[in-house]
């Protein structure tokens, strides 16, 4: 027998997408800024983020085909992934915005700075920031699934997430240990 595995396709379900889209946003999601580095520099919002293995550290995201960042991420062959604290909504909203403009321009208004390996722009503020190394991709319906391999990272969790749930954006608000439960 061959050594790759047969995968059968199952029945497929057809369903309305709209109705898909919402039966999906009932799962909350953090939001992440994915960037690229070079010339030009490029960004985009997802809520297609997820840590994958710590040994290797690996996580993956979600592009859509149709995306500018789609082509721009492999040829890049790294991208950096900042993961947004509550207080960042209008980043998120900036870069999901297709009426900003392209390259350079579109981080004058946002607070980044370059990765420290990749040079991928970073969102300053953000709870988390990675920079990863393209370490494969698949093929995922109407989107590419690229994993990154983990090449440096930092952490300031002392605020809270911003998320989407329902197809809007929400905070988490931490409870402090002396509020008192009612």
Known sequence: MDAEMEIEQGPVCNV?????RRAFGAFATGIAVITV???????????????VSLDPPLLL??????A???DLLPAAGSFAVSVLASGQEAVARHFANNDRPLGKEQFESVSWEPG???GAPTIVGALARFECELYRTYDGGDHSIFLGSLLSL???AK???LIFLHGKYRQVRQQRRNEVKA
Not at 16 to 20: I, M, N, S, V, W
Not at 37 to 50: C, K
């Open 154 to 156: 930092d952490r300031h």
């Open 61 to 66: 995201i979600c592009v859509s085909k149709n």
């Open 16 to 20: 309305d997408t709209k109705q898909l």
């Open 68 to 70: 500018i960042m789609h």
């Open 37 to 51: 580095g070079g010339d030009p520099p490029h960004a985009m919002t997802a809520n297609s983020f997820t840590t």
């Open 159 to 161: 605020e809270s997430a």
């Open 116 to 118: 420290q390996i990749t």
